[in-house]
């Protein structure tokens, strides 16, 4: 039983409390869609003057500070002024470790909708944009530039929030020639090239990614070494590397379209007689545990799990479902590699 205070907290309100908990999802979004962080990034402000500033209700604004400080985003001090804490400060669009288009887009129409579908998405196994009768997620933002700009950038946040620790804990010292598949940006390739000056890369995903690719890129200093290629995973993927990466990718997918992506990537692998096993496979996903328990890790993961359902009709999978997978495709599991302290696992799949 959870405690507060040193008391023991009763399951009846642990499950209250587990189910207003829709309010601090949305008071995140709120937050950054109206630019709060950005505002107090200078130091305290009455919220009277943060409402002028967002273009808010000046009550509204106020309860909405209440909430964040319920949050820990913020604190309040004597003279009733509101102030980032460290956890809100990661909410600045301009800090370098940003959340802010991750909490847009967890909170934004494409997400937020498809989650009051969950009852519907349980029952008949079907994500929320077939059952609405809606373009499927990835199609309907190919058609809306700002969404999509969101999307992408919240990915970019992502990996950049995991990528010190997948490159601490996964030794690319032997690659040389490597492909981001569905890359987006190419923020995990241009962290992977700016640790090992040897290698060379290419980004592949969508043609409206190239921009932003290119930016990024070049920001990072790598843009010697790595270029952008436009194209669709489902029809091929370049060939010739010596490791090709997903990552975050094939969570979105159901198993069919999983297979798919795994045969491009396997066809697009060169055999070297110089090297038993050829080319390598790099699947950065988390790993399902086979049995679950109530920690915050496993949390994180069955909870990207449920979104999937909503969102793609993808799915996370269990280490036994990567492998069936994969070997369909003519690939096997070399080693899973964890990296600590996320939740993601680096799955090193070889050739047969």
Not at 139 to 149: L, S
Request: hydrophobic content about 45%; charged content about 20%; glycine content about 10%.
């Amino acid at each position: 039983m959870s405690q507060q205070n040193g008391a023991e907290i009763p399951p009846r309100l642990q499950l209250t409390r587990l189910i207003l908990s829709l309010w601090a999802p949305q008071s995140i979004h709120t937050a950054a869609a109206l630019g709060i962080p950005d505002l107090l990034a200078n130091g305290p402000r009455g919220s009277d003057e943060l409402a002028r500033a967002a273009g808010a209700n000046p009550g509204a604004l106020y309860r909405l500070m209440r909430a964040l400080v319920a949050l820990e985003l913020c604190t309040q001090t004597e003279d009733g002024a509101f102030a980032l804490t460290p956890m809100g400060d990661l909410l600045r669009s301009d800090s370098p470790d940003s959340a802010r288009s991750w909490a847009l887009l967890m909170g934004g129409r494409y997400v937020w909708h498809g989650w009051e579908c969950l009852v519907d998405c349980v029952r008949t196994g079907q994500p929320a944009p077939k059952l609405l009768g809606e373009k499927e997620t990835f199609e309907a933002m190919a058609a809306d530039p700002e969404g999509a700009a969101i999307f992408y950038k919240a990915m970019l946040e992502v990996t950049r929030q995991a990528v010190e620790a997948i490159i601490k804990a996964y030794d690319f010292s032997g690659v040389r020639t490597m492909v981001d598949v569905g890359g987006g940006y190419g923020a995990l390739l241009a962290a992977i090239l700016a640790a090992y000056p040897e290698a060379r890369g290419k980004v592949f995903d969508l043609p409206h990614c190239q921009e932003g690719a290119t930016r990024l890129l070049a920001e990072s200093g790598v843009a010697g070494r790595a270029e952008f290629l436009a194209g669709s995973f489902f029809e091929s993927v370049p060939a010739g590397a010596d490791t090709y990466i997903l990552k975050s990718v094939i969570h979105d997918w159901d198993d069919e379209q999983s297979l798919t992506i795994f045969k491009k990537c396997r066809a697009a692998m060169p055999e070297r007689p110089e090297r038993k096993n050829g080319a390598r496979l790099l699947i950065i996903e988390p790993t399902v545990p086979e049995r679950v328990g109530s920690s915050s890790h496993d949390g994180v993961i069955v909870g990207s799990d449920l979104n999937m359902l909503v969102m793609t009709g993808g799915r996370e999978r269990t280490e036994a479902e990567f492998r069936a997978l994969l070997e369909t495709a003519g690939l096997r599991i070399e080693r899973i590699v964890l990296t600590p302290p996320t939740a993601f696992s680096v799955i090193e799949a070889l050739p047969v």
